[in-house]
């Protein structure tokens, strides 16, 4: 009997040793190897077991004598292992993801002003490639580095007529096919404070509601009504949840910077203002119900003078500043059933200069105004509107499949500027006038790779540059897609 | 004026009131992770309790399934008394859907 018990000790020592190995993590096969039958630490079963065996030895030798000598050989042989890894593990500083996604889609226009007439116009297959390599580092616990970089281009060598600038690379394919770093920012938790400053190249573009197209959880900070382009500068956040009791509540106030000068030269043509954003968030998950968020924010923004383009002879140092008031609630899963809605609300002030960009014929223009029309130095007020749903079929058997719509719809003087980020060669939030879109996500592997396919259809009220008097439109774009994105 | 004010926003306001509520009552009635986890999990994993804290992060998706699947807990503690199977299961999930290699939600200042 004796002898049974003492033999299912030894049988149960490696597995003990083992688990124990695993859950302490390190060092233990060390410490045995240079004390053999510790004396302070004895009341660890597997070293009391150890122990056991080394006196029962003598009595009653084991099966195979060398055994607990071998154990403890493999115990060192593991613990080398584990400070190997563990090594690794800490020298790992900048934990990497990506995603990919590959595009196909056709563009119509019905009724577009390329010209002084409308005419009708398509690109029947365009083909494009993006890649996003997301980036961190927790450096202490309460600083944490957050980078991306990106790439979009079209397939091949191509003609696109517009050159993505400093905020929008992530939607205007680069014919270099470079990487671009979108996000670049630290977080830096202030300790024992519920204060946070963020500060870099921000998480700006790609916020609420563009996950729930993306198939994916919140990306960015701010909701894609207020801005969805790239932006530095510096957030100081102030998380509410045990001041005011509202779950994941939180204050934000934002400056940003988009253009700043290195060098003025006063009185002279590149004589200009910088161009800042500054602003109040305030969110929280909606009061009562779990995967919500309420959005609310006020921000004030410069505006930059038109000063690209030939024959200009003089431009104002600032073409005036918008305040934008944003609301933007959203619930997700709503009760389990899976149905995710959203809906958003901008209104602009925008308060023009009273001066614009004058050209040597002696036209002069400032953003949606100019001199014929006498409208430079007005106060213009605009707004968007943007909803949808998205829904997640019962079908098991296509691994939950879900369908979104979506709707836009922009003002006579919206500002589409602030939009950007969501990777589509169109900018369907620029939309003066109506936009919908339908969309399916067949999910071909889960949480990793999805297909969609969608359309979106722009109905333009009105279809002109940034500059100058709007222009009433009957234009319609139609945008056809298909899309795989891949994670990893 | 934009041609959908004031009655369509109006209706807006309406709709998403409609939406607020009827999402407020079935979150109600619908068994939530975070608070299962928080309330059964946390009464004895957190800070100067009997077991130390805990969170989805500490594995990745594929720990945390192997953890239930071979019952781990029950070889240092039988809890069966205190977490029905249908608990069990929507901690699971919600473990799972956090987890370190989880798709986690980005923006200034959320850790």
Redesign the interface.
């Known amino acids: 009997m004796k002898k049974r018990v003492w033999s299912s000790k030894v049988a149960l020592a490696p597995l003990i040793s083992l688990f124990i190995l695993i859950n302490t993590g390190r060092g233990f096969g060390h410490d045995l190897k240079q004390n053999p039958a510790p004396v302070d630490e004895g009341n660890h079963p597997t070293e009391r077991m150890l122990r056991q065996n080394d006196h029962k030895g003598s009595e009653s030798p084991p099966t195979t004598a060398d055994q607990p000598d071998t154990l403890r050989q493999e115990i060192d042989e593991l613990s080398s292992r584990l400070d190997t890894i563990e090594t690794k593990s800490i020298l790992d500083k900048i934990k990497l993801s990506g995603e990919f996604r590959t595009r196909l889609e056709t563009i119509r226009y019905k009724d577009h002003r390329f010209s002084d007439k409308p005419a009708d116009g398509s690109s029947e297959e365009i083909w494009s490639n993006r890649l996003r390599i997301n980036l961190r580092s927790d450096i202490r616990e309460n600083i ?1 580095f ?1 980078g991306r970089l990106s790439y979009y281009k079209l397939w091949g060598e191509f003609t696109f007529d517009e050159e993505p600038s400093d905020w929008s690379y992530p939607s205007v394919p680069d014919k270099e096919g470079s990487l671009h770093v979108e996000r670049a ?1 630290i ?1 830096y ?1 202030i300790e024992g404070t519920p204060l ?1 400053i ?1 500060f870099g190249r ?2 700006a573009s790609d ?1 609420p509601p563009n996950e729930l197209k993306d198939n ?6 701010w909701p894609v009504m207020l801005n969805d382009v790239e932006a530095d500068g510096i ?1 100081a ?1 102030l ?1 509410l949840d045990h001041l005011i009791g509202l779950k994941k509540s ?1 204050f ?1 106030l934002v400056y940003t910077k988009f253009q700043q000068h290195y060098l003025r030269y006063k009185g002279e043509l590149l004589d200009f203002d910088d161009v800042r954003g500054m602003g109040a968030a305030f969110e929280t998950e ?1 009061p ?3 995967n ?1 968020l309420f959005w609310l924010s006020y921000v004030r923004m410069d505006l930059a003078p038109l000063r690209d383009m030939p024959g200009i002879v003089r431009y104002p140092e600032s073409t005036g500043y918008a305040d934008m008031a944003t609301v933007h ?1 959203q ?1 997700d899963d ?4 899976g149905l995710d ?1 959203f ?1 958003a ?1 901008t209104h602009i002030d925008i308060a023009l200069s009273p001066s614009g960009t004058l050209f040597q014929n002696g036209y002069e223009v400032s953003i949606y105004s100019d001199n014929i029309s006498g409208t430079i130095g007005d106060r213009l ?1 605009s ?1 968007g ?1 943007y ?1 949808g749903l998205r829904y997640q079929l019962p079908l098991s058997f296509l691994n939950f499949p879900r369908v979104g719509l979506e709707y836009n ?1 922009g ?1 006579k003087y919206w500002l589409g500027l602030l939009s950007s980020g969501s990777g589509s060669l169109l900018n369907k939030l620029a939309t003066r006038g109506n936009a919908y879109e339908l969309y399916y996500i067949q999910p071909l592997h889960r ?1 990793t790779m999805f297909l969609r396919a969608g359309i979106i259809l722009m109905d333009h009220d009105y279809f002109s540059p940034l500059f100058g008097n709007p222009v009433e439109s009957d234009m319609k774009t139609y945008n056809y897609y298909l899309l795989v994105d891949i ?1 990893f | 004026m934009p041609p959908f004010v004031p009655k369509t926003i109006l209706r807006a306001i309406l709709l998403t009131a409609l939406i607020w509520v009827a999402a407020g009552l079935g979150a109600a009635v619908e068994m939530d992770g975070e608070i299962l986890f928080s309330n059964k999990c946390g009464a004895c994993h957190a800070n100067g309790k009997r077991a130390p804290a805990i969170a989805p992060v500490k594995f990745a998706a594929i720990q945390w399934e192997r953890f239930f699947y071979r019952e781990k807990h029950q070889r240092k503690q039988d809890i069966r008394k205190l977490i029905t199977p249908e608990e069990r299961s929507t901690i699971q999930r919600y473990l799972m859907e956090h987890a370190a290699d989880s798709d986690r939600p980005i923006a200034a200042g959320m850790k």
């Open positions: 944490i957050h920012y977080d938790f946070s963020t921000l998480p916020g994916t959880t919140r990306k960015s900070t957030i956040s998380a939180m934000r909606a009562g119900i779990r919500s609630l619930f709503m009760a389990g059933s809605w809906g609300y007020q707004d509107v909803t719809y003002s949480n994670r």
